[in-house]
């Protein structure tokens, strides 16, 4: 099995800054990609930041420029870089990861979820 396990998250004024991380561990082979989604109260769970194996990178345009996302391979691990955060970025955010396992079973998981809010 496999667990993604998420930190990070907490309280932060608008214009400052955040990093989550989220690491996986398990029956793991190679991780295709790992993914950051966010779900706010009300709304659908939208993907913010993709970091796809050959360093590829793809952003929600809400977040451009502002959110970085990164990986540490050896550690099987992705980080999100939130600055300049705004109120509307307010919202839980989820790991996710494609990957296969050391049984070459392709699967795909999600973490339990980091609350970000963005408030004065």
């Known amino acids: 099995q496999v667990q993604l396990v998420e930190s990070g998250g907490g309280l932060v004024q608008p214009g400052g800054s955040l990093r989550l991380s989220c690491a996986a561990s398990g029956s793991i082979f190679v991780i295709n990609s790992m993914d950051w989604y966010r779900q706010a109260p009300g709304k659908q769970r939208e993907l913010v930041a993709s970091?796809?194996?050959?360093?590829?990178?793809n952003y929600a345009d809400s977040v451009k420029g502002r959110f970085t996302i990164s990986r540490d391979n050896a550690k099987n691990t992705v980080y999100l870089q939130m600055n300049s955060l705004k109120p509307e970025d307010t919202a839980v955010y989820y790991c996710?990861?494609?990957?296969?396992?050391?049984?070459?079973?392709?699967?795909?998981?999600w973490g339990q979820g980091t609350q970000v809010t963005v408030s004065s």
């Open positions: 996710f990861a494609d990957l296969l396992q050391a049984t070459m079973t392709r699967r795909t998981f």
């Open positions: 970091s796809i194996s050959g360093g590829f990178t």
